[in-house]
């Protein structure tokens, strides 16, 4: 770590930095600093500071956070600012990182909340200008295009941090670019590990529905044995919105916790939308005035969360809420609009003071940080974990269980933000509301099970968009001729997302005690591999799953396969590695790929996972006879695993056969081997 | 002016602001602010300086500079800054201004060269909260449209000037609101009085075109009996861009100064492309080392124009260039790539220093200004009016010789941008390239003829666009069709802009010498009238004319007139005020109307204009039998005017016919009156 000058009161590490996995990171491999650490020099002058990083000729660079628009991001200027849209490739979004990661196995953060620029070998200083004489051509451009594309390649990361009168540097290292994101995700804590039913299935119903119409959405995924563990409730639950009341709507849910209950029997886990602004009905407004900023949002109350009052008021609220039987939140509009147009310019601007102290810009790049950190430590006082939603996220929230989302919507920018997410400690949702035709939804579709949440954020449709994808169509009740059909591929797609569980289960717990994204890009695990330096519309699903999503309309797409053999999921075709195909993926399976020498354990799906579930396995053991495969069992929705109380559970192939063993003393078998298949 | 605290070294004020015209201000009728000054509050905090200034409930505000995509900016949050892109309507522009003006008649200027936001009544602070307890709507959005419209409606003006340590804010006022604005042009000493052939026509040849392509081009216009005035040579005219040498490319130009004189002999101004970005192989790049801000663009030193001795060497360098007979430049990329996408992001960046001991976040604020400033001084010091094309201003320009011009070319921008300019001093260019269809090239040539400068930029297409205005096929010589045709009607409508240079011209004097924006939005003329409030596709030129150019493919345009009889300048046809009417315009004329009242004085065109022209005037007299009309009268080329060298010519419709008359005694007679008609 560096330090210079005056460090702000308040830094992404020292408001939202987790207790670091001190243990756990002293057993990734030690490594040195491809460059001298004395290379970098921080200046405090009157407009900032300003850092600068070397940058070797070779290297590339991944990082600031959930990104959109761009997956490299040497050469380019990046603005990790907190914003609800990405703005082609600057660098703003719902969970931008002032942290960078390099193929040369180091990662810088820059531990500020302020609003930091990066010129990511973009631009040259005049330092540098004797190697340059004479570079000039005399070709004169004829297009806009040719005019002002970057043509520059510095040595240098020159960073711009205005305001500041002092700095903090992290430097981590690797020796891989995969240990530097582990040991990034290792110093919050580790990553998350969410409930196992948080790896269900997720439906958000429609924003005004009445209490009738939220059990009728429950009726549905059961007589139809759609699996689904949570329905979402939008802003209609509330007396106001926006902002918000958090209050019970009684005219629309005129008993609220007799439907929770019900729901519960039928196995469904309720989720609730709401955003940090108050409303001036809400019961909690008075209360909250002191301790919250000069700006209001929606003539909402803007709570300061660095408050400990503010952040009492607000968790004696809701726990109320939560003890009546509310499993998690989806946390909206809890990022910025700061870059979009000058009429829509909600959520609270960047002059705006809080009593702690802190003034908007800086507040804006943590707020969501704070806002799901004080609702999840409710859940966590009560050794209950959660899956959140929540719209805005930066610096060192690994260990927060809770997934990102966005209005954007541009399928090829959710998929590749499932690559981006993974180099800053995050987990993105790319959710699917509407399509513009069906192979637009079965896409989406795909993409959204072989994520960190399986989510269909139906908040504006009455139906379910398998029975009519089109907005107006929906809202009129017209299904689609071929519905029937769809809802059966959507079953067939739900299922096999459910067939995954225990595998993610274990991802995630890779994730919390090792710090290794669950979903990551190729880049991560291919480090020698020229090829998947910028492939961002492939990941890897845990050790031995690789999916390669369709986006738009698109029929077939080419899928690079990496080094070894990669089997066909569906139809145990096997490509070779080092090589690309074409590959086309019906609406009824998903675009998942089989690396070679895995065990891979399949549930027999159920229609909804509690603490009681248990998980016939059939396993499937790919190009070997030896192969291994861990499982996580533990409760499933508490912190008990903390101390101990879970098996790991290992299964073995060898001899034709799968056997089954546990390590720990758990009192609980959750798995059990149904059958095996070797697939050559 | 108020102030408070410590005041930046360097405000667009100190360094940019003109000499103010005194004299001209004390005939401005004086005025009271609609609120006590008092009620301005500032504060210096941590982050900056924040201010707060009254806004009444009914009161509708304008300016901020040239701007796109909002015309009233009342519930907007702006941010004047400086960008190549008007990014929707956030208020990034070519030359953005910290001034607003409102329709109860004041302005504020916020004096700094700091990134300012304002909050035009866009957010709410807390302190008002109590007004609003229960206003909240328990309706349920269900589109995203709908969540995310600005609901506010605050009855302050919140700035922000992160960084300042103190600021000056100077409070205009009108009465009404073009007093508002005559007083700020005043306050730089007045508008701009452009050279006489600055009116005519402008056309820029293709970025690699040689020298016996230009006299080419020279011919063509001259053979064709089409007027042109200047030529404007673009990047290839140099040995090496981008970054420039500066220095003829005596590959394309064998003998530049044999090709200046044959344009000359033949009536046209020759203009030069450059930037201020100083190639390595330039003569003055090793000189200018010393004074240049510490990163390169394009490999080019940054001049920190702040310095005398970069000014300097700068000046010393061109007046070389200009003294071969260069008339003007085209000063490009003087603007900023702040906001646009990660990957070209051309310009120095925010944190770079200069010698002054400015940064780069300030300079590009004025670095439009000071090199405009920097090479117009040359002329200026020759006594030479002259009339550039540059792509960066800002506050207190009013004065410059100069127009803005754009890449972005969105035809319903560019005709909104003829409004915006005017209320930040300002004169801006909808140059035209290539079009879309002979609709969309006919209504662009039709709107730039309409404008303070007649440009058509075919910096990359071979011929002109009238004869073929698509790009790839301009590239291959295809000629449309109806070549000759178009040709003919661009014919008709440059002449058609020839007849108006007398009266253009003392429209600019207008400009100089009262402060009157001679293109301007309708609700500076008629702010009276509610339902011009909002017009920002019609505008009035001089004091009798109003434009109304149709745009992109509509056929038909309505058209609203407001208080009294207006007439179609073509087919006299009339349009009784306060309403609407829809119009079409044909090809070969212009969307012009003319005022009852006025006595409109056209020129028999010529091909170019120079220091001996003179004009033989058709005088049209419409809807009275009485009319006078001034015309401004000196060499047209010098500042000699500013020492009483001109005359006043004042023309007198009265019984049947118009008089000439002359106030002053400036040996040059330059218009005399050919026929006149009376209009019923």
Known sequence: MLQTGVIDTYTPYSVI??????????????????????????????RGCAIEVPLDENEQLYGFGLQFGSFTQRGLRKQPIVNDNSLKDLGYSHAPETFYVSTKGYGIIVNTARYTTFLCGSNKKLQQAEQLAGTGSSKVATSTEELYQNRENSDKVYIDVPGAK??????????????????????????????????????????????????QYARYFRENNIPCDILGLEPGWQTATYSCSYVWNKERFPDHKAMIDQLKKEGFKVNLWEHAYIHPSSPIRAAMTPYSGDFLVWNGLVPDFLMPEAREIFTNYHRGLIEEGISGFKLDECDNSNIGTGSATWCFPDMTQFPSGIDGEQMHQMYGSLYINTVDDIYRDMNLRTYHNYRGSGLFMSYMGGVLYSDMYKHKDYIQALCTQAFGGLLWCPEVREASSEVDFFHRLQTVLLSPMAMVNAWYLRYAPWLQFDYDKNGEGIFLPEAKQYEDYTRTLINMRMQLVPYLYNAFYAYRSEGTPPFRPLVMDYPEDERVMGIDNQYMIGEGLMAAPLSDNENTRIVYFPEGTWYNF???????????????TPFDQLPLYVKEGTLLPLAEPVPAINEETTFKLHCKVYGTSNATCQLFEDDGVTYDFEKGK???????????????????????????????EFIK
């Open 166 to 215: 002092g700095i903090e540097i992290m430097v981590l290292t690797g020796p891989s670019l995969q240990d530097v994101v582990k040991r990034y995700n290792l110093l919050s804590g580790g990553g998350c590990l969410p409930p196992m039913w948080g790896l269900g299935f997720k439906y958000r119903v429609k924003g005004d529905a009445s209490q009738e119409d939220v059990l």
């Open 646 to 676: 879970y098996n790991l559970v290992t299964l073995t192939a060898a001899n034709g056969k799968v056997d089954l063993s546990r390590d720990g003393d758990y009192n609980l078998n959750r798995y059990e081997i149904a059958d095996c």
């Open 570 to 584: 569906y139809t145990n075709e096997k490509y070779e590695g080092n090589n690309e195909y074409e590959i086309n």
């Open 17 to 46: 930095g987790g207790k670091p996995a001190l243990e756990e990171m002293a057993q990734l491999p030690q490594a040195d600093l491809p460059f001298d650490i004395n290379d970098i020099h921080i200046e405090i002058n009157d």
